[in-house]
């Protein structure tokens, strides 16, 4: 059993020993040890404050590409439907103008046609009278050859002028 058992000196030789190693190593190695470790600390916790640094700039980054986008499409819609309503606007106003043109063109056929009309009425009339002229004086001339016949020509609108 003295070999489980240490010996009082032992002990005492132990403690000095552990006692001088603890002095030795609080003056040369903790402040070096607990330095290293701070700094370690420092720098983990740098990064990890720069990580979230840069989580929220990538939020704020996604943020700004979301609303640029979005804009962007708001813009794109805004540019179609003017397009799409000066497009209508046109059309409506190539329709009006075509319609207007061809009213003003079927105007001026019926003016043309209008007055052609009354220009061949004219020579009709023209015609018909220079016709009934020959025709009278060929009448005339059947009728009134003799002297008898003009006596009563002429009684004849004597009364007439008297009944009216």
């Known amino acids: 059993m ?7 000196g032992l002990i005492i030789w132990q403690a000095f020993v552990f006692l001088l190693l603890f002095l ?16 370690r600390e ?11 640094n840069a989580k929220k700039e990538m939020a704020s980054l996604k943020a700004d590409n ?13 540019i179609l439907k003017e397009a799409r309503e000066a497009a209508n ?5 190539a329709q009006a103008d075509a ?19 009354n220009a061949a009425l004219r020579e009709v009339k023209a015609q018909v009278a220079m016709f009934s ?19 009563e020509l002429a009684e004849t ?4 002028l008297k009944l009216n």
């Open 133 to 151: 002229l020959e025709i009278a004086e060929k009448l005339i001339k059947k009728n009134l050859s003799d002297d008898k016949a003009q006596k």
């Open 24 to 39: 030795l190593l609080s003056k040369l190695a903790w402040k070096p040890i607990l330095g290293s470790l701070k700094e």
């Open 42 to 52: 420092a720098s983990i916790q740098q990064a990890l404050d720069s990580a979230e």
């Open 2 to 8: 003295d070999l489980l058992t240490p010996g009082p």
């Open 99 to 117: 319609k207007k043109n061809a009213d003003k063109i079927i105007e001026d056929a019926k003016a043309i046609i209008h007055t052609e009309k």
């Open 66 to 78: 979301e609303k640029l986008l979005r804009e962007a499409r708001e813009e794109r819609d805004k």
């Open 89 to 93: 606007r046109m059309h409506d106003q």
């Open 157 to 160: 609108y004597i009364k007439e």
